[in-house]
Nanobody
Framework: QVQLVESGGGAVQAGDSLRLSCAAS????????MSWFRQAPGNDREFVGA????????AYGDSVKGRFTISRDNTKNTVYLQLNNLKPEDTAIYFC????????????????WGQGTQVTVSS
């Protein structure tokens, strides 16, 4: 059974940093793209970032460019999201996803999803 488990969320102040992790089990995703999305209350799930299988290519949503960095360690079957200079508008549940069939930017493209980890940023 494939599982994606996110961790590292928490409650922080504006300007702080967090590092989220997403550990995969049940199969290897070393040949697959992986991504992060987020969803704030009342909003649609929003693309945050994605990384291809060998980390040669990354993409980011406009609202996080220059502040967030996605990376991966295929030996650990894990993808990371470094969140720097956090803002209150970054408050959301952050989800990781694996194996895309289509554009990285669409929720519908991703096959496997984690349960999410909460990030809360206060001003």
């Amino acid at each position: 059974q494939v599982q994606l488990v996110e961790s590292g969320g928490g409650a922080v102040q504006a300007g702080d940093s967090l590092r989220l992790s997403c550990a995969a089990s049940g199969r290897t995703f070393s040949n697959s793209a992986m991504s992060w999305f987020r969803q704030a209350p009342g909003n649609d799930r929003e693309f945050v970032g994605a990384i291809n299988w060998n980390a040669a290519t990354t993409a980011y949503g406009d609202s996080v460019k220059g502040r967030f960095t996605i990376s991966r360690d295929n030996t650990k079957n894990t993808v990371y999201l470094q969140l720097n200079n956090l803002k209150p508008e970054d408050t959301a549940i952050y989800f990781c996803a694996a194996q895309a069939f289509g554009t990285w930017y669409s929720v519908d493209s991703w096959r496997y999803w984690g349960q999410g980890t909460q990030v809360t940023v206060s001003s």
